[in-house]
């Protein structure tokens, strides 16, 4: 066993590295006092969340829960965002007293950020509902700053870590004999099974009565976030993708596995698990998206149409009573045909391709999306059903069983729909081996050649113009295979499923979570579908936020939550790296070597 | 430095006294000032025996005939004749403007020339670079154009495109003649590198590259499509007189491969040391065509360079071409 960590700067004033840019003086003085610094911010963030935070009792009830007046009746009571306060304000003290751990102040300046986000989140929540900054500080003699003194420790954090100079992140070259590898892949996997199951269904299902939904799941995603960002700034996930790396196909399995079990957890209800199938169905069109703009670098503002023709011809063959084609096909084979008839269609609006490029390309897509949409809208050749939709699609199913059923196996009972689940899972999976494999193979390599430069590419012998069809063609198959799945999970397909702003935000979520990275498209997907679901009661506001989160992580992480190896090299200035994924960044500094 | 023995003496105008003085005026010059490396002779072998390239003829390989260039009102090139004979280098030096590039784009297709052919081996060169490059002509381009985002191994994979015969569905599947067709690959683009002295590299992106080693990059690049031309647009713009010792080097070696080897240069210095036959190409028309030794000399390529040749200039070009060794290693220091 060896270790090999990159020798942290020594902590001498005499050798502390000096600051540039906006902040450097507020660095520089902050510079000899960075330990102690953290350690205040990480008390004070302790404090703000052990103080109450709201001056009354919430319309809708309590926020939260504890946070109240009636805190002290339960002091040591804390829970939720409080409770993950509490726990970043701890970590980020235990690791600046420990001057022996290698990067300390990243990872601290990580866990800060995490407390700073999550302090400004609740704090603004509250702000914005209690109808004022009366809400946060003090109203009718009673006091609240919990979350001016948590946001002002999280600040003090950040600026202390920033001000000590961040080290490089270190490397560890562990290896374990292969069965603690396989245990411990196992184990961190079944973690992250919980900690999906946690975000999904945390905050409870979104809506008029439930209005606390996407702000606590938005705070518990930017917690999340600055752990995070200390583990990788520790370099411990570095290694952890090593090691999965070694076990490639072993990780492969247990991550499918682990996919299946997800029923099991919090999440198993039916409601979840509808969201989940929703976000499958998106997750595999934006990895079909991810061709033609990831690796090919074709622009395609109308993607989501290709969605709507798989989900429409799998809803005129399904034999629902509105379908114009009265027959009723196997499913296997329905799927074939939707996503035969989406390539179709994707190969021609791919032909203009051949003649323009670029800009001229994304507004020949934008345009066939809208004549989709319109000639969906207005039931062209009666096979969209119009305004009315095609409704009461049967389910899939063999004989009397049928996919939509609960499952009851001896005294487990899972809930209906988890069928569909298991077979968007299914789905997923087999979408993201076709990437990857067309990715490592001749024809990924030309896709991004035509990405990177198309002259060069066609003078090294690739005809462009076919390949690039080709790029469209296959993107367009796998959403329709999406599409089909989605007419017969949801039972109903109608023409407002498949307009501008789905494809919009399916691009954002290529683009968010990373170009070309499978990871990086299902969790983007994930992102930017479950956050409608829990921002309901903000619909009028959720275009402004998702604006808003978009903007700043093109301003900080414009290579994406899980950059390709590529894309990071090009885009990754050493700085910005390891900021976390929400909010503002920190301070920014610049460490001269 | 790569040996140099036979000299590709299949073509009218190099006399084998020309040929000798100007390779042995090179290594002389190239000892005295820098030690530049060679690619691997192991290397070559293996890469000529890969390619498959030299048929052993003496035929000429790629022929152009009165290509005519019209844009508009504006006549790029007009009758440029030029016949590339196996394991030959051919320089092809001008003024800016003269019409080097435009003539290279006729060569490989980006432009259709506006009268006269362009064959390769006897057929006409078709008219869309893809499949030139297919037929077996490989270029580079003046500013370097490489895919910055991939590796350098990457990007010479990219180069065996047009030689691997996998389609979508295999490269689906990945299945055993699939996985053998990339070893190949991947093979062969370590050995390229090799070749060109890349190997430390070959998991680096293309953009991260110092300026010389891209250049390089792009000749792995070019000749991983197993070309039989190689045609390559000022290899040594930007470069310090090391580089560009080894980049001649490097060419020498290329047509040790069998490839024949059509190069546009300022450079004369470099031109005329690296040569076969040199054209010279003015205000689109050809000029002079000869041996180093000829063009040298000739007072109307000074004149085309220099405008009204003074006395004293002419001169000095003169005894430049004489005492050769002396000139060249005195133009390295610079």
Same mark, same amino acid.
């Given at each position: 066993?060896?270790?090999?960590?990159?020798?942290?700067?020594?902590?001498?004033?005499?050798?502390?590295?000096?600051?540039?840019?906006?902040?450097?003086?507020?660095?520089?003085?902050?510079?000899?006092?960075?330990?102690?610094?953290?350690? =205040?911010?990480? *008390?004070?963030?302790?404090?703000?969340?052990?103080?109450?935070?709201?001056?009354?009792?919430?319309?809708?009830?309590?926020?939260?829960?504890?946070?109240?007046?009636?805190?002290?009746?339960?002091?040591?009571?804390?829970?939720?965002?409080?409770?993950?306060?509490?726990?970043?304000?701890?970590?980020?003290?235990?690791?600046?007293?420990?001057?022996?751990?290698?990067?300390?102040?990243?990872?601290?300046?990580?866990?800060?950020?995490?407390?700073?986000?999550? @302090?400004?989140?609740?704090?603004?929540?509250?702000?914005?509902?209690?109808?004022?900054?009366?809400?946060?500080?003090?109203?009718?003699?009673?006091?609240?700053?919990?979350?001016?003194?948590?946001?002002?420790?999280?600040?003090?954090?950040?600026?202390?870590?920033?001000?000590?100079?961040?080290?490089?992140?270190?490397?560890?070259?562990?290896?374990?004999?292969?069965?603690?590898?396989?245990?411990?892949?196992?184990?961190?996997?079944?973690?992250?099974?919980?900690?999906?199951?946690?975000?999904?269904?945390?905050?409870?299902?979104?809506?008029?009565?439930?209005?606390?939904?996407?702000?606590?799941?938005?705070?518990?995603?930017? @917690?999340?976030?600055?752990?995070?960002?200390?583990?990788?700034? +520790?370099?411990?996930?570095?290694?952890?993708?090593?090691?999965?790396?070694?076990?490639?196909?072993? +990780?492969?399995?247990?991550?499918?596995?682990?996919?299946?079990?997800?029923?099991?957890?919090?999440?198993?209800?039916?409601?979840?698990?509808? =969201?989940?199938?929703?976000?499958?169905?998106?997750?595999?069109?934006?990895?079909?998206?991810?061709?033609? *703009?990831?690796?090919?670098?074709?622009?395609?503002?109308?993607?989501?149409?290709?969605?709507?023709?798989?989900?429409?011809?799998?809803?005129?063959?399904?034999?629902?009573?509105?379908?114009?084609?009265?027959?009723?096909?196997?499913?296997?084979?329905?799927?074939?045909?939707?996503?035969?008839?989406?390539?179709?269609?994707?190969?021609?609006?791919?032909?203009?391709?051949?003649?323009?490029?670029?800009?001229?390309?994304?507004?020949?897509?934008?345009?066939?999306?809208?004549?989709?949409?319109?000639?969906?809208?207005?039931?062209?050749?009666?096979?969209?059903?119009?305004?009315?939709?095609?409704?009461?699609?049967?389910?899939?199913?063999?004989?009397?069983?049928?996919?939509?059923?609960? $499952?009851?196996?001896?005294?487990?009972?899972?809930?209906?729909?988890?069928?569909?689940?298991?077979?968007? $899972?299914?789905? =997923?999976?087999?979408?993201?081996?076709?990437?990857?494999?067309?990715?490592?193979?001749?024809?990924?390599?030309?896709?991004?050649?035509?990405?990177?430069?198309?002259?060069?590419?066609?003078?090294?012998?690739?005809?462009?113009?076919?390949?690039?069809?080709?790029?469209?063609?296959?993107?367009?198959?796998?959403?329709?295979?999406?599409? @089909?799945?989605?007419?017969?999970?949801?039972?109903?397909?109608?023409?407002? +499923?498949?307009?501008?702003?789905?494809? =919009?935000?399916?691009?954002?979520?290529?683009?968010?979570?990373?170009?070309?990275?499978?990871?990086?498209?299902?969790?983007?997907?994930?992102?930017?579908?479950?956050?409608?679901?829990?921002?309901?009661?903000?619909?009028?506001?959720?275009?402004?936020?998702?604006?808003?989160?978009?903007?700043?992580?093109?301003?900080?992480?414009?290579?994406?939550?899980?950059?390709?190896?590529?894309?990071?090299?090009?885009?990754?200035?050493?700085?910005?790296?390891?900021?976390?994924?929400?909010?503002?960044?920190?301070?920014?500094?610049?460490?001269?070597? | 430095?790569?040996?140099?023995?036979?000299?590709?003496?299949?073509?009218?105008?190099?006399?084998?006294?020309?040929?000798?003085?100007?390779?042995?005026?090179?290594?002389?010059?190239?000892?005295?000032?820098?030690?530049?490396?060679?690619?691997?002779?192991?290397?070559?072998?293996?890469?000529?025996?890969?390619?498959?390239?030299?048929?052993?003829?003496?035929?000429?390989?790629?022929?152009?005939?009165?290509?005519?260039?019209?844009?508009?009102?504006?006549?790029?090139?007009?009758?440029?004749?030029?016949?590339?004979?196996?394991?030959?280098?051919?320089?092809?030096?001008?003024?800016?403007?003269?019409?080097?590039?435009?003539?290279?784009?006729?060569?490989?297709?980006?432009?259709?020339?506006?009268?006269?052919?362009?064959?390769?081996?006897?057929?006409?060169?078709?008219?869309?670079?893809?499949?030139?490059?297919?037929?077996?002509?490989?270029?580079?381009?003046?500013?370097?154009?490489?895919?910055?985002?991939?590796?350098?191994?990457?990007?010479?994979?990219?180069?065996?495109?047009?030689?691997?015969?996998?389609?979508?569905?295999?490269?689906?599947?990945?299945?055993?003649?699939?996985?053998?067709?990339?070893?190949?690959?991947?093979?062969?683009?370590?050995?390229?590198?090799?070749?060109?002295?890349?190997?430390?590299?070959?998991?680096?992106?293309?953009?991260?590259?110092?300026?010389?080693?891209?250049?390089?990059?792009?000749?792995?690049?070019?000749?991983?499509?197993?070309?039989?031309?190689?045609?390559?647009?000022?290899?040594?713009?930007?470069?310090?007189?090391?580089?560009?010792?080894?980049?001649?080097?490097?060419?020498?070696?290329?047509?040790?491969?069998?490839?024949?080897?059509?190069?546009?240069?300022?450079?004369?210095?470099?031109?005329?040391?690296?040569?076969?036959?040199?054209?010279?190409?003015?205000?689109?028309?050809?000029?002079?065509?000869?041996?180093?030794?000829?063009?040298?000399?000739?007072?109307?390529?000074?004149?085309?360079?220099?405008?009204?040749?003074?006395?004293?200039?002419?001169?000095?070009?003169?005894?430049?071409?004489?005492?050769?060794?002396?000139?060249?290693?005195?133009?390295?220091?610079?």
């Amino acid at each position: 066993m060896t270790t090999t960590a990159t020798p942290e700067t020594p902590a001498t004033p005499a050798a502390r590295p000096r600051h540039t840019g906006r902040f450097a003086r507020l660095l520089d003085a902050a510079a000899p006092r960075s330990t102690v610094l953290m350690i =205040v911010g990480g *008390v004070l963030t302790l404090v703000g969340a052990y103080l109450p935070w709201v001056t009354f009792v919430l319309n809708e009830g309590p926020y939260p829960e504890k946070a109240t007046l009636n805190f002290f009746v339960d002091p040591f009571g804390v829970t939720g965002f409080r409770l993950h306060l509490v726990i970043l304000g701890l970590a980020a003290i235990v690791v600046a007293a420990l001057r022996r751990i290698p990067a300390r102040h990243r990872i601290v300046r990580g866990l800060g950020i995490g407390a700073t986000v999550v @302090a400004l989140i609740n704090g603004l929540w509250i702000t914005v509902e209690g109808g004022g900054l009366g809400a946060i500080t003090a109203s009718e003699g009673t006091i609240a700053f919990g979350s001016i003194v948590a946001l002002v420790g999280g600040l003090v954090t950040v600026l202390g870590a920033s001000a000590g100079g961040l080290e490089r992140k270190p490397v560890w070259t562990w290896t374990l004999p292969w069965w603690v590898e396989w245990i411990l892949l196992v184990v961190l996997f079944v973690i992250v099974l919980l900690l999906v199951a946690a975000v999904l269904t945390s905050g409870g299902q979104g809506g008029v009565v439930n209005p606390y939904a996407g702000v606590v799941f938005l705070s518990l995603l930017a @917690a999340l976030g600055g752990a995070f960002a200390a583990l990788n700034a +520790s370099g411990l996930l570095t290694w952890v993708s090593a090691v999965s790396e070694r076990h490639r196909t072993f +990780s492969v399995i247990v991550l499918l596995i682990v996919a299946l079990l997800l029923p099991l957890t919090s999440a198993g209800t039916e409601y979840w698990m509808t =969201v989940a199938s929703n976000i499958g169905v998106y997750a595999a069109t934006a990895i079909g998206l991810n061709i033609v *703009v990831g690796l090919a670098g074709l622009l395609d503002l109308g993607y989501v149409a290709f969605l709507g023709i798989g989900a429409f011809v799998a809803a005129n063959l399904s034999g629902a009573a509105a379908s114009q084609i009265g027959i009723h096909l196997p499913f296997v084979l329905v799927m074939i045909i939707s996503s035969v008839v989406a390539g179709m269609f994707g190969a021609i609006v791919g032909s203009p391709t051949l003649r323009v490029r670029g800009d001229y390309l994304a507004i020949v897509t934008l345009a066939f999306g809208e004549i989709f949409v319109r000639s969906a809208q207005n039931n062209i050749g009666g096979l969209t059903g119009g305004a009315n939709a095609i409704p009461n699609i049967p389910a899939v199913g063999v004989g009397d069983f049928k996919f939509s059923d609960s $499952v009851v196996i001896g005294s487990l009972r899972l809930p209906s729909g988890v069928l569909y689940y298991f077979l968007i $899972v299914l789905l =997923v999976a087999a979408v993201m081996l076709v990437f990857a494999h067309l990715k490592n193979s001749r024809l990924g390599r030309a896709w991004i050649a035509i990405r990177e430069d198309e002259d060069a590419a066609s003078a090294m012998g690739i005809r462009t113009g076919p390949i690039k069809i080709l790029a469209f063609l296959i993107g367009a198959m796998l959403a329709g295979l999406a599409g @089909a799945f989605f007419a017969h999970k949801t039972a109903v397909v109608a023409y407002d +499923s498949f307009r501008f702003l789905e494809s =919009v935000t399916l691009l954002a979520a290529v683009i968010l979570g990373g170009m070309g990275t499978i990871p990086g498209a299902v969790l983007g997907a994930s992102i930017l579908f479950v956050l409608p679901e829990k921002l309901r009661e903000f619909s009028d506001y959720r275009l402004l936020l998702f604006g808003l989160a978009l903007v700043l992580i093109m301003r900080f992480r414009p290579q994406g939550i899980v950059p390709d190896r590529h894309r990071k090299a090009e885009l990754t200035d050493p700085d910005v790296e390891d900021v976390a994924k929400e909010g503002p960044g920190p301070l920014p500094t610049r460490v001269e070597p | 430095m790569s040996e140099n023995p036979q000299t590709a003496d299949g073509t009218p105008t190099d006399g084998t006294t020309t040929d000798g003085t100007t390779t042995d005026g090179t290594s002389a010059a190239a000892e005295a000032v820098v030690e530049v490396e060679a690619p691997p002779e192991e290397v070559t072998a293996e890469l000529a025996e890969d390619m498959h390239i030299a048929t052993g003829t003496r035929e000429p390989i790629l022929v152009s005939s009165g290509v005519t260039m019209q844009f508009g009102g504006l006549r790029a090139l007009s009758d440029v004749n030029l016949s590339l004979h196996e394991g030959e280098i051919i320089g092809l030096i001008g003024p800016n403007g003269a019409g080097k590039t435009t003539f290279f784009n006729c060569l490989t297709g980006l432009y259709t020339p506006t009268s006269g052919q362009v064959t390769l081996r006897g057929r006409a060169m078709p008219q869309d670079p893809a499949r030139v490059t297919e037929a077996g002509v490989a270029r580079t381009f003046q500013n370097i154009r490489l895919f910055p985002s991939m590796t350098a191994t990457e990007n010479v994979l990219v180069g065996r495109h047009v030689r691997m015969k996998q389609g979508p569905i295999s490269s689906l599947l990945h299945g055993p003649r699939f996985r053998r067709s990339e070893a190949e690959a991947a093979e062969r683009a370590e050995k390229l590198l090799a070749f060109v002295g890349l190997t430390r590299f070959s998991d680096e992106l293309a953009r991260n590259l110092p300026y010389g080693d891209q250049r390089r990059l792009e000749i792995a690049r070019a000749l991983a499509t197993d070309p039989s031309v190689l045609l390559l647009d000022e290899p040594t713009a930007g470069m310090n007189a090391q580089e560009t010792e080894a980049t001649r080097q490097l060419i020498f070696a290329i047509r040790d491969l069998g490839v024949s080897v059509v190069v546009i240069e300022h450079d004369t210095k470099f031109i005329f040391t690296l040569c076969d036959r040199v054209l010279v190409l003015v205000q689109g028309e050809l000029l002079v065509e000869g041996s180093p030794d000829e063009v040298r000399g000739d007072p109307r390529v000074v004149e085309a360079y220099l405008g009204a040749p003074p006395e004293e200039v002419s001169a000095q070009l003169q005894t430049g071409g004489a005492a050769d060794g002396a000139g060249t290693a005195e133009g390295k220091s610079e």
